[in-house]
């Protein structure tokens, strides 16, 4: 087939484009208007050069993130500010040896050393809201989950349930995600807030990492920390600064996704509770079946509200996409969350429906149509990890709590994540 250039959006309004550098309408709106207008390989302008690229076609997406990653590079990653030189943002031979270290860790066998782990954290949420279903006193549910997910990390990473004085200073790690989109892409030094909340985290991390060199321990034996302090003693580039950069990354991507998805998979329970009933009804506490149906709650959130809501590259030399030329210079941008919500691919994509992953024929086939924590090589290392929490966690609350929100569902926020854009006030019961 003959190639083509990729068609542009045209007359994309200006105003529109100035509302998102200023910061007033989300990259995502401009992005659909350019998948509704042209299809799964669309181009539009957000200033001189190449066009940006939008890829939202499944094949697209796979010849984009997994066959041809040399071609399609990793931009610097926005959290660098925050994340460094850690395994989220290095690139290069450097990522693969960062990667390599750390993979072992989250497959099958190496996930085991973690999962009592995940079960004590997820009775201590438990144990928790029990105590909030007695007082009937508010909570918010998004703070619930970000506590849960930041204890389950702390415990992988040193062993140690969470504190609160610690789960205080590591809030900044989220006051530092929320923050980083409205900095400047080529930012240096932070504004004097996020350089108050980066020193509270540095002081954490350097704590910590400072325990595991004497070889302290946790109740639940050495963490992943410690493997990472390991290797700066064999290996030079594992520099103290190397290792609080990836204690950091370990961090932000163990605790702020997971909390996203909950919230989000609470809320949606809300105006679904019938998906509740169903999963409860689909076997007892334990079964192979209960888990099944729980997974699936979680996986069709996921499909709603993404983790990796996008996904950007950028193209290092020309290439044919899908019969369409993509110039070398183009930032292309992958969109999980647009293509989960393809009318194309997923019958009616805006209702909660987890029969979806349950059913046969309920999910699109192609490969690159379902892509929560991206694909290819550069996919999220710990999706088994956020699965087994979320579905210890699931386990304990959903058979005895039932949650009742305060008002409407807040709106979402477009970020390095897709969160909720409000509090998340409700009362257990």
């Not at 088994?384 to 949650?403: D, K, N, S, W, Y």
Request: aromatic fraction near 6%.
């Amino acid at each position: 087939m003959a190639t083509a250039v990729v068609r542009e959006v045209p007359e994309l309004d200006a105003a529109a484009v100035a509302e998102w550098r200023a910061g007033r309408r989300p990259l995502v709106e401009l992005m659909a208007r350019a998948q509704r207008e042209l299809g799964g390989v669309a181009g539009f302008r957000l200033g001189e050069g190449p066009p940006t690229v939008v890829v939202t076609d499944p094949a697209a997406v796979q010849h984009v993130l997994a066959l041809h990653p040399e071609t399609y590079a990793k931009r610097s990653h926005r959290a660098r500010m925050l994340v460094g030189d850690g395994v989220l943002s290095a690139s290069g031979e450097a990522w693969r040896n960062q990667r390599r270290l750390l993979q072992a860790q989250f497959t099958g066998p190496g996930m085991r050393r973690y999962q009592h782990r995940l079960e004590a954290a997820a009775r201590a949420t438990a144990e928790r809201w029990a105590g909030h279903a007695r007082t009937g006193e508010p909570v918010d549910v998004g703070e619930e989950m970000r506590l849960f997910a930041l204890d389950t990390v702390w415990r992988a990473l040193t062993g140690h349930p969470v504190d609160a004085a610690t789960a205080e200073q590591l809030g900044g790690v989220a006051a530092v995600v929320e923050a980083l989109p409205s900095l400047p892409a080529d930012a240096v030094e932070p504004p004097p807030a996020v350089a108050a909340d980066l020193a509270r985290i540095d002081e954490v991390a350097h704590r910590a990492i400072a325990a595991a060199r004497t070889g302290e321990a946790g109740p639940d034996g050495p963490g992943l920390l410690h493997l990472l302090v390991e290797a700066g003693e064999e290996r030079p580039e594992y520099t103290d600064a190397l290792i609080r950069d990836e204690l950091v990354t370990l961090l932000m991507a163990g605790h702020e996704t997971t909390a996203s998805t909950l919230t989000w998979l609470y809320l949606l329970l809300d105006g679904a509770p019938e998906a509740r009933a169903w999963a409860l009804a689909a076997g007892p506490d334990g079964s192979a079946g209960r888990r099944t149906a729980i997974d699936a709650l979680a996986s069709e959130a996921l499909r709603l509200y993404p983790s990796a809501w996008m996904l950007p590259r950028r193209a290092i030399v020309d290439d044919v996409l899908l019969s369409h030329r993509i110039e070398a210079g183009s930032d292309v941008l992958s969109c999980p969350y647009l293509t989960h919500r393809d009318p194309g691919l997923w019958a009616e994509p805006g209702r909660f429906d987890p029969r979806r992953f349950t059913e046969p024929g309920g999910r699109p086939a192609q490969q690159g149509a379902y892509l929560p924590f991206g694909i290819g090589a550069r996919a999220c290392l710990g999706i088994r990890f956020a699965q087994r929490e979320m579905l210890a966690l699931l386990e304990l609350l959903l058979p005895a709590r039932t949650v009742a929100f305060h008002g409407p569902a807040p709106a979402a926020a477009f970020g390095l994540t897709v969160r909720p854009a409000g509090p998340t006030p409700a009362t257990v019961g």
